[in-house]
């Protein structure tokens, strides 16, 4: 689809004046890529590319301009030559990074805060990644990420210094340009998911209070500030990428059972009196059955599953002049995923961006983002109606479709195969053809800003965003297919249900700004902000019967319609801050802010939170004994400040009344007991850092320390049912949380030669948490099993189960410890006890990188790692579980207790009734592991070879995801969720990476793709 | 000049900003009500009445836990078909612990959320004017809300008849909002006794009978109702004159032998006393009750659980319910005798058919078993015979006395209200064990017998413990014995 675009884009301008070349090193003799050189006194301008190469089209006796950051400009005066090298010098005093941080940006060293940046560098490494947050594992110290599951399109889990609030949302505030944009976990609405990564310049992560408070009520889980690219004056530059690759389940380290094997367990397990084996096949069947059932061996995963086919181009072309810059960007996203016969994830997206110099004193900038996505929803629960447990569950001697007693597949009247129900009764393979079920978005982000200078004091940044999401969902039940024999009505063929949500959140603020500076030293600056923020929701549902085709999919030809509803919610919030920042000279750094909101989510007493944070930082590498020293930068800094959570579901203040209907008349049942109490999460965030660069900045890294005390956290605690709630939950300010930790980030450029290249970096998170106090010092029992618990004093999330204590040798009966220590051969749920240090949460994580280059070719691994956590391995369990015969096992469960004396064994099936508890020690498996996310190899074709094509750079890539990994589990360790309709969050309950139970599985890659530049 | 503009815009906004703060305030919930003051007339009462059955309904006919069919499970009347899904097999086998997901979690929140409803409306009675109208809303509700405590109190409490000790063991928690009981959401209550429990259940239902309407429609409790309630709720508690005077007062008529498969497919409503009405599957969202016994689509009866071989083979060929209780269903090449009641309405087989709650066949054998309790064995066998006639071509009274016409009260009970939610209970109320055969789950008696053969008298699993949640949330909840 992009090919006609790019045709009529590329037409070049070849101007008959002359063409100067050049190449453009720094100090050390480097290439620098991205130097803008522009014609002065005209519009003309261009960048240089990878080798520091540039062209541009000028007339003897103009001059060039060349500039770049943190070096000094240099004008040249074409002469006679047409070719023009220049070499650029570091300029002391523009060398400074700016950091986008809350309401603006700031040059990093006058900073006083922790910020994490993630530039565009590392995002292009990340080729296969659908979704920016997923892109952001490992790349940053104290954000933890986890990819919710592999399903291609999905999100992830984004933790930012650990796990801050104990309801399930805490996914941290994501803002693109300046536009707050509303998640809400619990409805699976992510907006973020539809965002190009290619569009992004750069993400800011703010962890401590400097900068979260600013954000107010809606910082505490931090936030992530994400900048898009913006053009550049000069030349129109236009970039095409374009990548290609298939993706596959990463393999299991364990085996499931073939024909022969699962007959000869049943064989056993009917021996032995097991019930539920006693009318299979392996008990029954006669030697010429047997032998049919083996020849039947059937690969479920290779029935099932297939390779993926992932594919990406992008298109982005930038330009501007000295009123007017613009990117624009299209781009398209497929990724088919790895459950064959549905479609998977598909995306197409366009961005313009631009910014206008209306006048000196007013700068207008316009950002708007137009994507829309479509990806089926294969289920994901705990039976075979999902794939991922089926491939698991179905027997290996159930072949995919029916045979005859010759063994020839059936065929229906139509010469179609005949899928086999199975033993499961369920055959996945038709119903994903027959029951499906996909969404689409469309998704709209906006952002309007006019900055105003009303003198070289006073300022003004009003800015406007919006962000309009509409999600279009349709289930159907086709007639004939699986479902519709069960449920359906012969009457009415097939059902279909469609879902019309529109969510429309604006926010409008305006900062106004006065600086100055006394005495050249003593600069101040001060800002005002109000902001108002809205979010509407809108819900239209219909469901019809009785369809004349399954080819139309529309309710519009339906025989009659059975069910229709519409619904609407809003959430306001409304805020003033002020903001003050004062140094002495760049080397005494002070920052205070004090925020205001206003919250419809509670009630009357509690609606307003006051948030604030005081910060500073000492330069010392501006001091004047540094000089001359081996630090280019050394920066103490210290904050502290509060900020809140208010991610609860709206009106949980009320007392609630639902309509529906019995027999058809209305009727009117309490439907959530509300809490005119409920108020404010608060976190007050210490934060202590210090950030250094060393010898010219080819070492640099910053060292935090940071406490984060979450008070009144807001939980939907679980109440008695006696009470009579729906939910049997009331939302509460039930306690105190503490995170603590270090983060450290380093990297290093250990070569930095004229050919060769070679950089490494990494960033490692320790944490540390621990429940301070609950409401009355009882004990809150969660997780989506009750294998959760909160107490006083014990580490968050700690593990709640029952003490496993292997089997006995003398008669293979499991045992376990009882609540007082003592082994005994029976099992209770009052035998569940607190786990030291073990939670779902890792005492350490982090990733790390190392990128050669050499010449053209470039060589970059990233890595990521995690330790310290504990994952209750389900599947597993599942995979054993004696009461489960009927389903294929896993080979290991061959491996049971046979004789007295044996032992590192399996129970005996005798004993199914203890021995088929999942919620003990015996699944609970240390969830470490050390993986190589990303393996890129690419080629940067020198100059020379490019020739007048007009091509100013090619690159070529071959990018391997997920493709090793380090780990004891038993089983992938990846995990976000364990079952999406067991628990997902938003659920009570809900704890990320409890525990693994067939969700869609993480999945390598392998992709190859080709970039040019005009 | 720009910049005195600019202000002047600044100021305007700056006070646009500051009025923001009505918004705030004044944003109402849009789908929802105020339960403090919805109930304020006769039509939203009657909504709120309705609620309460639509709470019945969550528990009675829920797909997979059903009180319609668990306590069916829970007994020697069906037996677990190997080619199903293998659903409730914990409860099957007897396995069942407090953090066993399915019926024993469900029953205690729906029947303390009808419970919840029906105080809502209790407590705000008096916004309607007295007269036999409010008087009908409130009988209703005080029934329902002694209904939904019956359930709670049969199914986690001993029954007072099941033996001696019943009575002042450990009940369950009986809430009445006119007894301050109600409105603290953080409330922690603890169990009251069976014998307390059993007085005010009977003390709502004997103030609802005296005040309820005679006939409020389908799906809704009226006079006959209630009266039907109270048959079985004394019958339970060992008072068995009341209860033979409690069924005579259902007028309720016995649905005739002509009638009787049109009841089980909704086409007639002969012989019903209370049902709860299912009838759009919007409402059920397609999770029909009968999938706790057989799901069936064109190919295949996928059985959950079939009849047991023994029962079905004891029922007389002559006998007229065999039609409503069996059909043979196929699964795998296997032939099932697959239960009826729950196929669906007439020329349907998904699942979903009104819940019948008590039906005048039961009120009749109440009755007689009552009857005979109290050695009036010429009027037990005079009322089990009008039954019997009704389900017999040619029915000949058997003329038993003693042991043989208890027994047969007995079985006739047994097959009458097959697979509707009585047998477990029938079985724990008087004490007896429950004694499963060895026949497998095939129609012919072979394959797969069940498992646990034998539940005695007095094992504590005929109290299913109190769900771990509630255990966990209230710390004053005493957790049955034996869990």
């Given at each position: 689809m992009l090919t006609p675009l790019l045709v009529l884009c590329m037409t070049f301008s070849f101007a008959q004046e002359k063409t100067v070349t050049g190449n453009v090193t720094d100090e050390?003799?480097?290439?620098?890529?991205?130097?803008?050189?522009?014609v002065v006194g005209t519009t003309t301008g261009a960048q240089t590319d990878f080798d520091g190469n540039y062209s541009i089209t000028a007339s003897e006796g103009q001059q060039l301009q060349f500039s770049y950051l943190g070096q000094s400009t240099v004008t040249i005066r074409i002469g006679a030559s047409n070719v023009i090298d220049v070499q650029m010098q570091e300029d002391a005093e523009t060398l400074e990074e700016v950091v986008v941080v809350g309401y603006g940006s700031k040059s990093r060293e006058l900073s006083t805060s922790a910020v994490s940046t993630v530039k565009t560098e590392a995002i292009e490494a990340f080729v296969p990644s659908t979704s920016i947050d997923n892109i952001l594992q490992g790349q940053a110290a104290g954000v933890q990420v986890t990819a919710a599951n592999g399903r291609p399109g999905n999100t992830a889990f984004v933790q930012i210094r650990g796990v801050g609030s104990i309801n399930a949302q805490t996914t941290p505030l994501y803002v693109i340009d300046g536009t707050p944009i509303p998640i809400d976990t619990e409805r699976d609405f992510n907006p973020i998911n539809n965002l190009n990564p290619a569009d992004i310049e750069s993400l800011s992560i703010l962890k401590d209070a400097a900068t979260v408070s600013k954000y107010g009520s809606r910082g505490a889980n931090g936030v992530v500030l994400i900048t898009t690219k913006k053009g550049r004056s000069g030349d129109a530059r236009i970039n095409f990428r374009s990548s290609y690759g298939f993706g596959e389940r990463i393999p299991d380290p364990f085996d499931v059972m073939n024909a022969a094997q699962k007959l000869e367990l049943e064989r056993q397990y009917a021996e032995l009196g097991v019930n539920a084996a006693t009318s299979l096949p392996g008990a029954n069947a006669d030697d010429a059955e047997r032998a049919r059932l083996i020849g039947l061996d059937t690969n479920w995963e290779e029935e099932l599953l297939r390779k993926s086919v992932i594919q990406s181009n992008s298109l982005t072309v930038s330009g501007g002049n000295e009123d007017i810059t613009y990117f624009l960007s299209l781009g398209y996203d497929k990724n088919t995923g790895i459950i064959d016969r549905i479609k998977g994830f598909e995306r197409v997206s366009a961005r313009l961006n631009t910014t206008y110099n209306a006048k000196d004193w007013l700068t207008l900038g316009a950002n708007i983002s137009l994507s829309r996505s479509t990806t089926d929803l294969p289920r994901d629960r705990n039976n075979v109606q999902n794939p991922f447990r089926g491939m698991y569950d179905y027997n290996p001697w159930d072949p995919l479709f029916l045979r005859d007693g010759d063994g020839n597949i059936q065929r229906d009247s139509q010469g179609d195969p005949i899928y086999n129900p199975t033993t499961t009764g369920f055959p996945i393979a038709l119903a994903?053809?027959?029951?499906?079920?996909?969404?689409?978005?469309?998704?709209?982000?906006?952002?309007?800003?006019?900055?105003?200078?009303?003198?070289?004091?006073?300022?003004?940044?009003?800015?406007?965003?919006?962000?309009?999401?509409?999600?279009?969902?349709?289930?159907?039940?086709?007639?004939?297919?699986?479902?519709?024999?069960?449920?359906?009505?012969?009457?009415?063929?097939?059902?279909?249900?469609?879902?019309?949500?529109?969510?429309?959140?604006?926010?409008?603020?305006?900062?106004?700004?006065?600086?100055?500076?006394?005495?050249?030293?003593?600069?101040?600056?001060?800002?005002?902000?109000?902001?108002?923020?809205?979010?509407?929701?809108?819900?239209?549902r219909a469901t019809s019967r009785g369809f004349p085709s399954p080819d139309i999919p529309y309710q519009e030809v339906a025989a009659e319609p059975t069910a229709a509803g519409s619904e609407e919610a809003r959430r306001i919030l409304f805020s003033q801050g002020l903001f003050v920042d004062y140094d002495y000279d760049g080397k005494y750094i002070l920052s205070g802010s004090v925020r205001r909101d206003g919250s419809s989510r509670f009630g009357p007493e509690n609606k307003y939170g006051y948030f604030y944070s005081a910060s500073a930082a000492w330069n010392i590498a501006n001091e004047n004994f540094m000089e001359g020293s081996i630090f280019n930068n050394l920066k103490l800094r210290a904050s502290y400040g509060t900020s809140g959570n208010q991610n609860i579901p709206d009106n949980e203040f009320l007392n609630l009344l639902d309509f529906n209907t019995y027999n058809g008349l209305t009727t009117a049942i309490p439907v959530g007991v509300g809490n005119p109490e409920i108020q404010w999460e608060s976190q007050a965030i210490l934060d202590i850092g210090i950030e250094f660069g060393l010898f010219n900045n080819r070492i640099n890294g910053v060292v935090d320390y940071f406490k984060k005390n979450s008070e009144d956290l807001l939980l939907a605690s679980p109440l008695s049912s006696t009470v009579g709630d729906e939910l049997d939950d009331i939302f509460a300010n039930v306690g105190e949380v503490e995170n603590s930790g270090i983060e450290v980030s380093l990297n290093a450029d250990v070569i930095r030669s004229e050919n060769f290249v070679w950089s490494l970096g990494g960033n490692v998170t320790f944490l540390d948490n621990e429940v301070v106090s609950l409401v009355n010092g009882e004990d809150i029992i969660t997780g989506t099993f009750g294998n959760i618990i909160l107490r006083e004093g014990a580490p968050l999330n700690s593990y709640y189960l029952v003490r496993y204590a292997g089997v006995n040798p003398a008669n293979g009966e499991p045992l376990y410890l009882d609540a007082d220590g003592n082994v005994t051969n029976e099992y209770s749920d009052n035998f569940q006890v607190l786990l030291d240090d073990k939670s779902p949460i890792a005492d350490f994580e982090g990733g790390f990188f190392t990128n050669f280059r050499y010449k053209g070719f470039g060589l970059r691994g990233d890595f990521v790692y995690r330790k310290g956590n504990h994952i209750l391995n389900i599947q597993r369990q599942q995979g054993i579980a004696i009461g489960n015969i009927n389903r294929n096992q896993r080979v290991e469960a061959f491996n049971y207790w046979k004789e007295p004396g044996d032992q590192n064994v399996l129970p005996s099936p005798r004993f199914q009734n203890t021995a088929d508890q999942a919620g003990t020690t015996r699944f609970l498996e240390p969830g470490d592991f050390l993986r190589l996310r990303t393996l890129t190899l690419d080629y940067n074709f020198p100059r020379e070879l490019l020739g007048d094509f007009g091509i100013s750079n090619l690159r070529i890539f071959a990018t391997g995801q997920n493709i090793w990994t380090l780990t004891n589990f038993n089983g992938d360790p990846e995990i976000g969720l364990g079952s999406a309709e067991s628990g997902e969050p938003g659920d009570q309950g809900f704890v990320q990476g409890e525990f693994n139970l067939f969700s869609y599985p993480q999945v390598r890659s392998y992709t190859f793709g080709i970039e040019v530049g005009f | 000049m720009k910049n005195r503009i600019i202000k002047i815009l600044l100021v305007v906004l700056t006070l646009g900003f500051f009025a923001c703060d009505d918004e705030l305030n004044e944003l109402q919930p849009f789908i929802e009500g105020n339960p403090e003051t919805f109930f304020n007339s006769l039509s939203t009462f009657q909504n709120g009445v309705d609620g309460?059955?639509?709470?019945?309904?969550?528990?009675?006919?829920?797909?997979?836990?059903?009180?319609?069919?668990?306590?069916?499970?829970?007994?020697?009347?069906?037996?677990?078909?190997?080619?199903?899904?293998?659903?409730?097999?914990?409860?099957?086998d007897y396995r069942y612990v407090p953090n066993t997901a399915g019926a024993l979690q469900l029953y205690w929140s729906e029947c303390y959320e009808a419970i919840n409803v029906a105080n809502l409306v209790i407590g705000q009675i008096d916004n309607l004017a007295d007269g036999p109208e409010k008087d009908n809303i409130l009988g209703q509700a005080l029934a329902a809300r002694a209904y939904a405590h019956f359930d709670l109190a049969r199914t986690y409490a001993k029954i007072p008849s099941q033996s001696g000790d019943a009575n002042?063991?450990?009940?369950?928690?009986?809430?009445?909002?006119?007894?301050?009981?109600?409105?603290?959401?953080?409330?922690?209550?603890?169990?009251?006794?069976?014998?307390?429990?059993?007085?005010?259940?009977?003390?709502?239902?004997?103030?609802?009978?005296?005040?309820?309407?005679?006939?409020?429609?389908?799906?809704?409790?009226?006079?006959?109702?209630?009266?039907?309630?109270?048959?079985?709720?004394?019958?339970?508690?060992?008072?068995?004159?009341?209860?033979?005077?409690?069924?005579?007062?259902?007028?309720?008529?016995?649905?005739?032998?002509?009638?009787?498969?049109?009841?089980?497919?909704?086409?007639?409503?002969?012989?019903?006393?209370?049902?709860?009405?299912?009838n759009?599957?919007?409402?059920?969202?397609?999770?029909?009750?009968?999938?706790?016994?057989?799901?069936?689509?064109?190919?295949?009866?996928?059985?959950?659980?079939?009849?047991?071989?023994?029962?079905?083979?004891?029922?007389?060929?002559?006998?007229?319910?065999?039609?409503?209780?069996?059909?043979?269903?196929t699964n795998q090449g296997n032939d099932y005798n697959a239960v009826k009641k729950f196929l669906g309405e007439a020329g349907q087989v998904n699942g979903r058919v009104d819940i019948k709650v008590i039906r005048a066949a039961e009120v009749l054998l109440n009755k007689a078993e009552a009857q005979f309790e109290l050695g009036q064995e010429a009027a037990a066998l005079a009322s089990l015979d009008e039954l019997r006639a009704q389900r017999f071509a040619s029915f000949v009274s058997g003329g038993e006395t003693g042991q043989a016409l208890e027994d047969a009260i007995q079985f006739n009970r047994r097959v009458e209200l097959a697979f509707?939610?009585?047998?477990?209970?029938?079985?724990?109320?008087?004490?007896?064990?429950?004694?499963?055969?060895?026949?497998?789950?095939?129609?012919?008696?072979?394959?797969?017998?069940?498992?646990?053969?034998?539940?005695?008298?007095?094992?504590?699993?005929?109290?299913?413990?109190?769900?771990?949640?509630?255990?966990?949330?209230?710390?004053?909840?005493?957790?049955?014995?034996g869990y």
């Open positions: 050390n003799g480097l290439p620098l890529p991205g130097v803008s050189v522009v994903l053809q027959t029951e499906p079920e996909d969404r689409r978005d469309f998704t709209i982000i906006g952002n309007l800003s006019a900055d105003v200078r009303f003198s070289d004091n006073f300022s003004n940044r009003f800015s406007v965003g919006a962000v309009s999401n509409r999600f279009n969902r349709t289930s159907r039940s086709i007639a004939g297919g699986v479902l519709q024999g069960f449920i359906g009505d012969a009457n009415f063929p097939g059902t279909q249900t469609d879902n019309f949500n529109l969510d429309f959140e604006y926010n409008v603020n305006n900062l106004f700004t006065y600086s100055d500076t006394f005495n050249g030293v003593h600069n101040v600056s001060a800002s005002f902000l109000l902001e108002y923020n809205e979010n509407i929701r809108t819900d239209l | 309460i059955y639509s709470q019945l309904v969550n528990y009675y006919a829920n797909p997979g836990s059903g009180m319609q069919g668990i306590p069916d499970i829970l007994s020697d009347n069906v037996v677990l078909v190997q080619t199903g899904r293998t659903s409730n097999e914990d409860y099957y002042g063991s450990p009940g369950i928690v009986y809430l009445k909002v006119e007894d301050g009981d109600t409105g603290d959401p953080f409330a922690q209550p603890s169990r009251e006794t069976v014998g307390s429990n059993y007085a005010e259940i009977i003390g709502d239902l004997e103030t609802a009978a005296q005040i309820i309407g005679t006939g409020n429609g389908e799906g809704r409790l009226d006079r006959n109702g209630v009266y039907g309630i109270l048959s079985r709720v004394y019958l339970y508690n060992g008072e068995y004159q009341k209860a033979i005077d409690a069924a005579n007062q259902v007028t309720t008529q016995l649905a005739t032998a002509s009638e009787l498969e049109d009841v089980f497919t909704d086409v007639s409503s002969a012989g019903l006393v209370f049902e709860l009405a299912i759009t599957s919007t409402e059920t969202t397609n999770n029909n009750v009968g999938v706790l016994y057989s799901q069936s689509s064109a190919d295949a009866v996928i059985s959950e659980y079939a009849i047991e071989f023994e029962f079905w083979s004891s029922i007389d060929p002559d006998d007229l319910r065999r039609n409503v209780l069996q059909f043979v269903g509707e939610g009585h047998r477990f209970f029938d079985l724990k109320r008087r004490g007896e064990n429950i004694e499963r055969s060895t026949a497998g789950d095939i129609i012919d008696g072979s394959g797969t017998p069940a498992e646990v053969q034998t539940l005695s008298a007095g094992d504590t699993r005929f109290q299913l413990p109190i769900p771990l949640s509630e255990i966990n949330a209230n710390p004053n909840m005493e957790q049955n014995d």
